[in-house]
C-alpha cells in the first residue's frame, strides 16, 4: 500500500494528461463502480455500518488504482524505464519467497535463532512464515516462481539458475501443505498451453508441466521426508488433503444466500449474516465465516446478481484486450502465470480480501492491458484536461484525508481491543475506553460497545437493536450469548432461541457446552424467565462431530 500510494498518483497524473479515448482500463472502471456501490448500498442500508462501506470502497479503489498504475507502467515502459518496469517488481516477489521459505524452515525444522522475529509454529500446525496462514505463504512462493520465470525469460537467469530455483520453491509449496497450489498449478499449465499456441517462449513447452511434476514430487515424499529426518508429522500431506470439506458446505449455504436476496446482494462484509440465514439448513460447521471461499460467490453476496453480472462483461471486456500481451515477444506472458496462482486460490479461498495480494492482482491485470488506440497528449487548458486534473486531485485528496484519518483511528481501536480483553478477564486499572464522538469505524464501535454493555431488562428498542446488529456482523460466541440474553430478558423468546441455536451451529462443541452451562446457572441465579428458554439440543442445530477436524485452522 506504502509504495502504491506514489506510484498511484503517478499514474492518475498520468491519465489526467494523455488521452487514452477510454476513460479507465475495465477493470480500473469495474473498482471505481464498486466503490460507488458499496457507498449506495450504505445509503440504501443494504449495509448496516458505515465503516464497511467505506473499507469496501477502500478496497476496490485501491485495485482501480493497480490496474491503473499497471497500465501506465507498461504503456511508458520503453520510454521512462528502459523496458524493464516489472523488473524490480517480480525481484521483489523472489526475494519475499526466499525470505519467507527461511522462515518457513525455520518453523517447520523447530529452530530457535530467530524466536523473537519468527513467529512459533503452533502444535499440528503447518509452516506459514509470518503470513496469516499457510495458503498465503504458498500463494506467494507461487508469485515468486512467476518472478523466476520472468527473470528466465529477460535472460537474468539461466537455465541452470531457474530449475534450481524452482525445485526450492516447490519444496517450500510442499512445505506448505496448501491444496489451493493444485488448482493454482493446474490454472498456470491451461494459460500457459493457450500462450504456447501463438507464441515462442524462452521457457520451454514443457517447462510448466515439469514444473508442477517436481511440486507433485516434492508433494508425495513429504511424509517419508519427515519421517527420515524424525520430525512430527501430525499433518496430512497435500495429496492426502484432496477433498473439499467444509468448503462444500459453505458454498450450498452461500448460494442458498444469495437466492434469498439476488437483486442487490446482502451488502459488503455482510457474509455473515448471510451465512446465518441459512446455517441451520446444514450441518453444523462449527465456525463462522466472512467469505464464502470463492470469489465468484463471494461477488454475488456483495453485489447482487445485475452488479455481478457487469463485473464480469467487464472483465471479458478487460481480457478481450489482454490476449495480445501472451503473444507480444516479450516477458509480460509471466503475469498471467501470476494471475493464475492468484486466481486458483481466490477459487477456494480469500486471498482478495489482503490487500498484499489484491493490489498485485490488479497490477498485473493493467500490465496485460493493451488499448484499441494508442495514448494521445491533451492539449492544455481544454475542458476535458481541466475536468481530468481537477477531479484527479479532488479525489486523491478526499483519498488521503481518509486514509490518514482511518490509520490513526485503527491504531487507537487496536489499542482499545486490547484493552477490551483485560478488562473481560477482570483485569483492574485497565485503560478508559476509546469512545470517539464519530468515527468511520462504527463497526468496531458497536462490536466494543456491546462486549462491554450489560444484557438487561426493559432495554431501549436502540439499543436492543444494535446487539442484534452486532451479533449479526460479528457472529462471535460472546456476541451471540449476549443477544440471546438481551432477547430473552425483553420479550423476545423465540430470537432468544434460534441465537442460542446459531451459536452453537457456528462454534465448536465445547463452546456451546459452555454456554448451555452460563445459560443455566444464569436462569437459576439471576434471570428467572430465561428458565423457560429451553437451551437446544443438538439435533436442532444438526451437530456433527465429524465436522469439528475441519474446524480447525490446519485443514483450510
Same mark, same amino acid.
Given at each position: *500500500? ?11 497524473? !498520468? ?18 463502480? +464498486? ?38 507502467? !507498461? ?6 524505464? /528502459? ?5 524490480? #517488481? ?16 525455520? $518453523?517447520? +525444522?523447530? +529452530? ?60 517450500? &509449496? ?33 517447462? *510448466?508441466?515439469?514444473? #508442477? ?17 524424525? &520430525?512430527?508429522?501430525?499433518? $496430512? ?20 444466500? #444469495? *437466492? ?15 451465512? $446465518? ?21 463471494? +461477488? ?46 481466490? *477459487? ?67 489499542? /482499545? ?7 473481560? !478477564? ?19 464501535? @458497536?462490536? %466494543? %460497545? ?33 443477544? @440471546? ?6 420479550? !423476545?423468546?423465540?430470537?432468544?432461541? %434460534? ?24 436462569? /437459576? ?32
Amino acid at each position: *500500500m506504502v509504495a502504491l500510494l506514489p506510484l498511484s498518483g503517478w499514474a492518475i497524473w !498520468q491519465w489526467s494528461y494523455v488521452d487514452q479515448r477510454s476513460p479507465l482500463p475495465p477493470l480500473a472502471l469495474a473498482g471505481v463502480l +464498486l466503490a460507488l456501490y458499496a457507498v449506495a448500498q450504505y445509503g440504501l442500508s443494504v449495509v448496516g455500518f458505515r465503516g464497511d462501506a467505506l473499507l469496501a470502497a477502500g478496497y476496490s479503489l485501491s485495485f482501480a488504482m493497480a490496474v491503473l498504475t499497471g497500465y501506465q507502467m !507498461q504503456r511508458v515502459n520503453t520510454t521512462l524505464f /528502459d523496458g524493464k518496469s516489472l523488473r524490480v #517488481f517480480w525481484l521483489a516477489w523472489v526475494a519475499a519467497g526466499v525470505v519467507s521459505l527461511g522462515m518457513a524452515l525455520h $518453523q517447520w +525444522l523447530d +529452530l530457535s535463532y530467530f524466536g523473537l522475529l519468527i513467529a512459533e509454529m503452533p502444535r499440528r500446525g503447518r509452516p506459514f512464515a509470518n503470513l496469516a496462514q499457510p495458503n498465503h505463504l504458498a500463494t506467494l512462493l507461487l508469485l515468486s516462481v512467476a518472478g523466476v520465470l520472468y527473470l528466465h525469460e529477460t535472460r537474468v537467469l539461466s537455465k541452470v539458475s531457474t530449475w534450481l530455483t524452482l525445485t526450492v520453491f516447490c519444496f517450500g &509449496l510442499a512445505m506448505t501443505g496448501s491444496r489451493s497450489v493444485l488448482l493454482g498449478m493446474m490454472f498456470a499449465l491451461l494459460a500457459y498451453a493457450l500462450i504456447r499456441r501463438k507464441s515462442v517462449t524462452r521457457f520451454p513447452a514443457w517447462g *510448466m508441466l515439469t514444473l #508442477f511434476l517436481i511440486y507433485l514430487l516434492w508433494a508425495a515424499l513429504w511424509p517419508l521426508l519427515n519421517k527420515v529426518l524424525l &520430525l512430527d508429522n501430525v499433518f $496430512q500431506a497435500t495429496l492426502s488433503r484432496t477433498a473439499p470439506g467444509i468448503r462444500v458446505i459453505y458454498w450450498m449455504s452461500a448460494w442458498d444466500a #444469495f *437466492m434469498m436476496k439476488p437483486w442487490l446482494g446482502w451488502g459488503f462484509g455482510q457474509i455473515g449474516l448471510a451465512q $446465518q440465514a441459512t446455517a441451520l439448513n446444514y450441518p453444523a460447521t462449527y465456525t463462522f465465516f466472512s467469505s464464502a471461499h470463492n470469489i465468484v460467490l463471494d +461477488l454475488l453476496l456483495w453485489t447482487g446478481a445485475p452488479m455481478c453480472l457487469l463485473l464480469i462483461w467487464a472483465g471479458a471486456k478487460h481480457v478481450s484486450r489482454c490476449r495480445s500481451a501472451a503473444t507480444s515477444g516479450d516477458a509480460r506472458w509471466t503475469a498471467w502465470m501470476g494471475l493464475a496462482f492468484i486466481g486458483g486460490h481466490a *477459487m477456494v479461498e480469500f486471498p482478495l480480501s489482503y490487500l498484499y495480494f489484491l493490489i498485485p492482482f490488479g497490477l498485473l491485470w493493467g500490465v496485460l492491458y493493451q488499448p484499441k488506440v494508442a495514448a494521445t497528449p491533451i492539449e492544455a487548458g481544454t475542458l476535458t484536461s481541466i475536468a481530468k486534473s481537477r477531479s484527479a486531485v479532488a479525489v486523491g485528496l478526499i483519498g488521503l484525508s481518509l486514509l490518514a484519518k482511518g490509520t490513526l483511528e485503527y491504531l487507537s481501536w487496536e489499542e /482499545d481491543a486490547q484493552n477490551l480483553s483485560f478488562e473481560l !478477564q477482570n483485569y483492574d486499572k485497565t485503560a478508559e475506553p476509546y469512545t470517539p464522538s464519530w468515527t468511520l469505524f462504527d463497526q468496531v464501535r @458497536a462490536m %466494543h %460497545h456491546v462486549a462491554r454493555a450489560a444484557p438487561a431488562r426493559h432495554m431501549p428498542d436502540q439499543e436492543l437493536a444494535l446487539f442484534k446488529k452486532n451479533a449479526g456482523r460479528y457472529p462471535s460466541s460472546v456476541a451471540l450469548l449476549r443477544y @440471546a440474553y438481551a432477547a430473552g430478558l425483553n420479550g !423476545q423468546a423465540q430470537e432468544a432461541r %434460534h441465537t442460542l441455536t446459531l451459536l452453537c451451529s457456528l462454534h465448536v462443541p465445547a463452546i456451546c457446552q459452555a454456554a448451555r452451562l452460563e445459560w443455566k446457572n444464569a436462569g /437459576d441465579q439471576s434471570w428467572p424467565e430465561l428458565k423457560a428458554i429451553d437451551f437446544p439440543a443438538p439435533q436442532e442445530y444438526k451437530a456433527n462431530e465429524q465436522l469439528i477436524l475441519f474446524n480447525h485452522p490446519i485443514n483450510h
